[in-house]
């Protein structure tokens, strides 16, 4: 196939594309307008491939978006542009809310009158819409997940801006008839995510020896999943996913926040041990607990299991160590982003609303 990867050059994104083109046959261009949380770097392994195509696009520019699937002559295409900081979402909501909805429905105006142009066949194009699982809101502690049934009840702008674009792609799959899938994720861990995400923010605290910010007490609970297991399950939902469904996608790996701080610095103590002897965890500061913070989520995954033979490879601790050791050895990739944009420091107090209410 040849499949358009909007926000290509992302976390998540760029692993999409290096799985694409190391492990399948398709050809890719990623589109990405190269915000903050993009890099090419990350694309680094696999942009002198022949199948590897690169545009600078911003998928609210239509007329751009509508050259651009007509010259390539996409089959596919995988959804992944978005902003996705939840604290950036809550100081700085527009951004959000541009892309993640205005430019969702931009792509598929401009996806639908494509599939059209080609002769509107149901098996002749994919829409492949990547969310995650925080648009179903927050769940107790009582052990249950959410499944693909669950009711949406989005806590934060990132979350409702989400949920806006997930609605979005069933009202045209629905209306319009637009072959699409839909895939769930919970949290994503791994090499290149940007830094000011806890598992890597917490790396090169330890790394720099800065005190490491810990939410409240920590007690937060996120399901974890390693960011090539969801590439390889992302692909496998594009294939072979059936139109019009929804996939849930889980690492199942639970944990609290504290322990993931705590399993990192464990980690560093056995890579990068500080000098003195003192343990990482020693660094581990309690700090404000984020507005409105949700309290647990947890992905039940049996659907994609069942109907794609998907199950995540790694577990939490060889995901952890591979990751570690990844920005250990990988200084000339995330250093100049903590240059440019100040990217470790504290957001999502909900300070800079309050100032603009007063105006």
Partial sequence: MKIIVTGGAGFIGSAVVRHLIGRTAHEVLVVDKLTYAGNLASLASVQDNSRYRFSRTDICDRRAM???????????????????????????????????????????????????????????????????DEVFGALADDGSRFTENTRYDPR????????????????????????????NCSNNYG??????????????????????????????????????????????VLEKGRAGETYNIGGEAERPNIDVVHAICDAMDRLAPRNGGQTYRALVTFVPDRPGHDFRYAIDCAKVKAELGWAPKNSFDSGLALTVQWYIDNRAWWEPLLRADDATRRRGLAKNLAKKGAK
């Fill in 191 to 236: 090499p290149h995510q940007f830094v000011e995400k806890l598992i890597p923010l917490t790396i090169l605290k330890c790394l720099a020896g800065e005190p490491i910010p810990v939410y409240g007490r920590g007690a937060h609970i996120r399901d974890w999943l390693f960011v090539e297991d969801h590439a390889e399950a992302l692909a496998l």
């Fill in 66 to 132: 509508v050259e651009l699937l007509r010259s390539f002559d996409a089959d596919a295409i995988m959804h992944l542009a978005a902003e996705s900081h939840v604290d950036r979402s809550i100081d700085e909501p527009a951004d959000f809310i541009t892309t993640n909805v205005v430019g969702t429905y931009v792509l598929l105006e401009t996806a639908l009158a494509h599939w059209r142009r080609r002769g509107g066949r149901p098996g002749d194009f994919r829409f492949h819409h990547v969310s995650t």
């Fill in 156 to 183: 934060s702008p990132y979350s409702a801006t989400k949920a806006a674009s997930d609605h979005l792609v069933r009202a045209w799959a629905h209306t319009y008839g637009l072959p699409a899938v839909l895939s």
